[in-house]
Structures are given as structure tokens and as C-alpha cells.
């Protein structure tokens, strides 16, 4: 498997597949994917050198005390050499045990699953370049290597140790910025920025090749093999959540419902199936969606909230109401509630964004000046639109480095704090994990064919049957629901109280043999 080769195979093979076949491997991923309730990932970064010099189990107990649930770790892979059942893809090296680095990766996934742990194969980098279009094979290099070990780790006759171990990545995420590549923050010299026509153009134009390559990696990891990974016999698969995760900034979609010369901001067009260039491919499962501060420590939080009336391109760096000001975390939850969770800033007409999942927490030097900062900050991040907003496609939240995470001083222990809901307050517990189905409701069977059944409705309680594309199909009071008008496939129960709040969701699969 020659790099030019395999690209060139891939390439190929990308511009002729077929729409439609796409799109029957996606309803396939999704039925596993969706079933059941919602994955909130609390996840940290975990760079190369922090993974090289901490042992597993410590990495796994540090993540572990951070109420940390998830780990993307960043692969070091072959890049220079073809990947093969000896390498699987990723580095070995010349010295006396050539496997160390793989051995590790293998042995903390392995040691992760025992602690409920989920680890994501991580890749971030577009090696130094600016324009998406010209690292494109770099990227897709990367995720061929990562592919390779996902398919072939359980099944190597040359590390016959590894079939038994849980070793396979929940799935694969990408940071790789492409607000970057066009500089678009405000600046001097070649910057430029979204507040400017031109800047608009040009980066409207980079988030085109940006979507390409998005869906072309998907579909690599797909004709990779990444989905249907090889075990041998007589193991099992674990299970696995093979989520396509990957980043993009809140400001974008701010601009694109701002300014119609910046549609490909607008969030909803970076999730599911998208019909990209004439071609339908599949983007991000759930949708990375940064915001940092631009101040260090805990002058973010402490800076006041801006006005309602807020307007990005002021031009006036030292205007309270200036970009600079806006673009940041945790100092203000009205003013992000009103500018993410809510549908506040937007007309009717207007966009609101989907699927849009974990915000920043602390990017690299901008963390807060204690733990117990940080951990208010991600206390509330997780309960404010979990709780006030009752955000559906709130998915939880990631620190952005493991390293900067650890060094921060403990701090004093506080009492948290109740965080208050439009006057109302709620005093949950810092460790409780509880998500936005807050009541269990038992829906059987599922698969489904002509009925459903639910346990543990109440008085008053209303359930409601969407498709994946949120198209209401049935309104229903009662405990057993007929869905024999339904067509096969992946739908969304999602229960509400008699007071109009939402207690579960969950999806289902309607399967016929007939």
C-alpha cells in the first residue's frame, strides 16, 4: 500500500462513488450511533509528549479525577513508510524495543476501557500550510494510517498479544482550524478579518475546500475500513461509538447569518450528509464548536457581560462591545447563551445551528488560574444548556490540554455556586452526571415494526416522533404508539412533561423483513 498509490486509489474512488451508496453507509453508521441516550463527552486533549512521559495508569487516574470521561489523544503516525500489519500505521522506531510507542497506545486504550473511559484517535496538524488544498494528502495521509491500525490491531500475526485487548479508537477527531488557514482574526500586516468584505470572500472560499476535505476523510475511513475493523477469532469487538468528530468557531455562524456572503459559516452545513460540490458526502457526526478567551487566566471571567445590542465589527479594540471582547468563555453565561444556546440573535428566517456540541474549555495558554476556576466553568458549561437552555444537541465539553490542565494550583475549595435559569436556580451536584434525560423511559422493541411501547411515562406527558432531519411524523399521549405508517428507518422519540419540559430522548430503528 504505496502513500501515492493509496491516494491516488482514493481519489479514484471518491469522485466516482455513487451519492446514494454513501448515504446507505451513513443510516447504517447512524443506527448504531443513535440508539439509545445521549453521549456527553468530557473530554481533554492529550498531546504527544504528556502521553510519552506519563504512564497509562496515571494519564487514566489524573483524567479520571478531573470527572474527565473522554480522552483525544493525538496518534504519532508512519508517515514516512507504508503502514503494514508490523507498524499498523503508526511510529516505531530503531531502538531496542521498536514497539514501545505502539505497545502504549494499545495498552491505554485497553486500560481506558476498563476505566469507562473513551478514547478518540486525535490529528490536528495541516503540517505548516495556510491553504487547505495544498495539505489535503498530508491530512488524508494521517487518517489512512489511523484507518490501518483501526482495522487490523485485533488481527496482526505479527503482535499476536494485541487480539485480546480492547485497542480500537471510539472514533477520530480533527482540529484542524480552518479559520487558521485564512488568518481571519482582526490584526495588521497580511491578517485580515470577517468584519471586512474581502476577508469574507476569501475565507468563504477556504471553508469550500474545507468541506471537501472533511468528506473525503470520511469517506476514506470508510473504503479504509475503519467502521468494520478485522478481530480474530475467538474475540469480540467492544463496543464502539464511531463518532466523526471535528472543529469549527461560534463566529462563524455568527457571520454567516449576519452577512450573505458567508454562507458555508452557517454550522448546520458542517454535520450529516451535505451535498458538496454536486456530490453528496458525509461531514462531522457532531460538531466541535470552539470559543476561547483571548485575555489569560481568570480575566475572562471576570470580564463584565456586553450590551444586548452588541455589534462585532466596531473597529475600536478598547470598545467594551468590540469582537476582542466578545469572542470569549465563562465571563458572561447571558451573553454566550444569547449568542449559542438561544435563538436570540437570530431572525425567524435565520438558521439556528445543529448538532453543534462541546465548547472550549481553556486553549492552551488561556486556562484559568486555578482548578476550582476551571472546574465552575465546566460545572456550568455542562448544566447551563443541559438545564436552562434544554439544548438537545449539547453533547458536553473538552479542555483543550491535558498538560496546561495539570499544572493549574488547586485552589481553594469552594462551595459551588447554584447557577440561575431566567431567576430560577438549580443546585446540582459537581460530580452528577445526569443529562438532559433526566427521566427513563423505556422504549420497546427496538428495532421496531408496526408498534412501540413505553415505560415510565406519567400524567400529562406527550411523546413526540421525528425523523433525523427533525420533520414531526406522529403526536402521541398514550403508552403503546402505532408506527406502522412509518418507512424503515432511524427516528427520534423525544418526551415531554405537562409543563412543556423536556424529560427524555432517545432514538429508535423502524426494521422490516417484509
Sequence with gaps: MKNNRSLNKFNNWSSNMKGLALVAIFSLFISGLTLGQVVRYKSVILYDSSFRNTSNQTLIDNVSAKGLNTVFLMLKVCRDTDPDDDNLGLEISSGSNP???LDKVVDFCDAADASGIK??????????????????????????????????????????????????????????????LGKWENGGGDDYDLCDIQGRNIDNGILDNHFEL???????????????????????????????????HWNFHYFSQKYSNFPNGNHSKWVGVQNIGGNQKHLFDILLVETYCPKLGNT???????????????????????????????????????HYFSDEMYDANEVIPIDAAPMLVGHAGHMHDTWIDMKNLMYETYYRPTYCMQNNNYRGYFVFKYASMMYLPHGISVAQPPINCGGAAITKSITDTTDI??????????????????????KGDKSIIYDLNFNTHLTSYSETIDVSALKPGNYMLTVIDENGKIVNRQTFLIRRNY
Design 300 to 338: 475572562c471571567l471576570n470580564n463584565n457581560c456586553t450590551a444586548n445590542n452588541t455589534t462585532l465589527c466596531t473597529g475600536d479594540p478598547n470598545d467594551p462591545d468590540n469582537y476582542a471582547n466578545l469572542d470569549k468563555v465563562g465571563g458572561c453565561y447571558d451573553w454566550f447563551e444569547k
Design 214 to 248: 472533511v468528506g473525503d476523510m470520511y469517506a476514506l475511513m470508510v473504503s479504509e475500513g475503519y467502521f468494520n475493523p478485522d478481530i480474530a477469532a475467538p474475540y469480540t469487538l467492544q463496543s464502539l461509538d464511531n463518532v466523526f468528530m471535528g472543529t469549527t
Design 119 to 180: 478514547v478518540f484517535a486525535f490529528q490536528c496538524s495541516y503540517d505548516g500550510g495556510y491553504q487547505v488544498s495544498d495539505k489535503r494528502n498530508t491530512v488524508l495521509n494521517r487518517i489512512e494510517r489511523i484507518s490501518y491500525y483501526q482495522k487490523r490491531v485485533r488481527n496482526t500475526p505479527f503482535h499476536p498479544q494485541y487480539k485480546g485487548k480492547k485497542a480500537h479508537f471510539h472514533g477520530i477527531v480533527t482540529n484542524l482550524e480552518p479559520w487558521a
Design 437 to 458: 434525560n433526566i427521566r427513563q423511559v423505556l422504549l420497546y422493541p427496538n428495532p421496531a415494526d408496526k408498534m412501540i411501547n413505553l415505560k415510565g411515562l406519567w
Design 99 to 101: 514497539y514501545e510507542y
